[in-house]
């Protein structure tokens, strides 16, 4: 790591996240309900697990959750239990964690990635009903089956508008929360507008374990039963598998931790968006396209994602001044090695999606990010910015 000579070596390197952050203010508390678990002897499921899915599923405002090992498993099962698997299309979008187009396939269904809008960067409900509309014309093979909203960055969705083109086409929904937690769109919270809501807990997500974690939420308590028996076999109460299923169960630790960091995801998410507020006005007039909250929205900002046309000499400019800084995501699911060429596209493309990766970049963004962190990084960028104007860029 290098500093430049303007920033003096004592300076602390400022990580893009800090998943220990959290962990260490609430040292004690998450390590007493760790020892509760190895006390307890109860190793699957039990206790922890069901107060967990108790409480999130009362947080959400939905009748139930169930927890499982993490959140691509989260996705996979709620596709598992819908009946949307071989021969099935699944649209989604291919700026996201590559996660949620693994899911798909893991289900056995293929992906459809839809374009993105250019001001949220999450799914365009126009390009979505044209990628439902080519596919019916050109895949016989397939039958649309689902969509995938991704909150992406803890920005919700369009969820009226992508929930508009389901019901026209008869799609279910199952919303990608791993970076929402809490998030809201008009005035309801993430997770109420689809069938079912799929959350990761990953540690740096706005609600993190101490290491894989998932969980799926619904309102409808025919669906979790399926995913109860689904998650451990697909076992009835006498241990009889009467579904194929898989394990995927949540972790009796996780969920103990989990039961800890869950009081504090208001305050969390609060943090975040004072940060978010603090980086929106420092950063005005700087030339980066800061992101876009929609008037009809509180975002519970995941990350916060700038955008640079010159996205690696930016990162370079203030790794040499001591702040991280991630891209979400360098490469879209359609381009990456594993996707490309077989995942089914609309006519015009994903034009959005392939500008803006050499675009974006994350800067430092956790609840326990302290002011003059942020302070940093803004006079970081604001150097950035007057290097950029004198050379008249
Ligand atoms: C993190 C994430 C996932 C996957 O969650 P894991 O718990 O890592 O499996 C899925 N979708 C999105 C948008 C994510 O950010």
Redesign the pocket.
């Known amino acids: 790591m290098t500093f430049s000579p303007s920033v003096p070596m004592s300076a602390p390197f400022i990580p893009f996240a800090d998943p220990h952050a959290a962990c260490a203010l609430r040292k004690r508390a998450v390590l007493k309900a760790v020892r509760r678990v190895f006390d307890s002897g109860h190793y699957i499921l039990g206790g922890e697990v069901e107060t967990f899915e108790r409480a999130f599923a009362d947080y959400l405002g939905l009748d139930r959750a169930v927890g499982c090992?993490?959140?691509?498993?989260?996705?996979e099962l709620s596709l598992r239990v819908l009946g949307v698997g071989a021969g099935k299309a699944v649209f989604t979008v291919s700026h996201?964690?590559v996660?949620?187009v693994a899911?798909v396939e893991r289900a056995g269904a293929v992906p459809a990635p839809a374009d993105i809008d250019p001001a949220t960067l999450t799914m365009d409900p126009e390009s979505l009903e044209a990628s439902v509309v080519h596919l019916l014309e050109t895949r016989p093979d397939l039958t649309p089956a689902a969509v995938i909203p991704?909150?992406?960055y803890g920005h919700p969705c369009d969820m009226d508008a992508v929930t508009a083109v389901a019901r026209k086409y008869a799609l279910a929904v199952v919303e990608?929360c791993?970076?929402a937690h809490g998030a809201r769109y008009k005035g309801r919270q993430v997770g109420a507008f689809g069938n079912l809501a799929?959350f990761?807990?990953?540690p740096t997500?706005n609600l993190g374990a101490l290491g894989?974690?998932?969980a799926v939420a619904t309102r409808d308590p025919g669906l979790a039963e399926a995913l109860s028996a689904m998650r451990q076999y697909g076992w009835n109460e006498q241990r009889i598998s009467v579904e194929p299923g898989v394990n995927s169960r949540l972790d009796p630790v996780q969920a103990a931790v989990l039961n800890v960091q869950l009081k504090h995801l208001d305050p969390d998410n609060a943090a975040r968006r004072r940060i978010a507020a603090r980086y929106a006005e420092g950063l005005s007039g700087c030339g980066l396209l800061l992101p876009a909250a929609m008037p009809w929205v509180e975002p519970v900002f995941?990350l916060y994602v700038v955008r640079c046309p010159e996205q690696h000499a930016f990162r370079e400019f203030l790794r040499d001044r001591g702040i991280g800084t991630a891209v979400h995501y360098p490469r879209p699911a359609h381009l990456q090695p594993a996707y490309r060429g077989r995942l089914p596209i609309p006519p015009d493309g994903l034009p959005v999606t392939e500008r803006i990766m050499d675009e974006v970049v994350s800067l430092p963004m956790f609840p326990q990010l302290e002011d003059e962190a942020v302070d940093r990084v803004i006079d970081a960028v604001r150097a950035w910015a007057r290097t950029r104007k004198a050379k008249g860029r």
Request: aromatic share 8%; net charge negative; glycine share 8%.
């Open positions: 090992a993490c959140g691509t498993d989260a996705l996201t964690a996660a949620t899911a991704v909150h992406l990608d791993a970076q799929a990761s807990f990953y997500k894989d974690a998932g995941h």
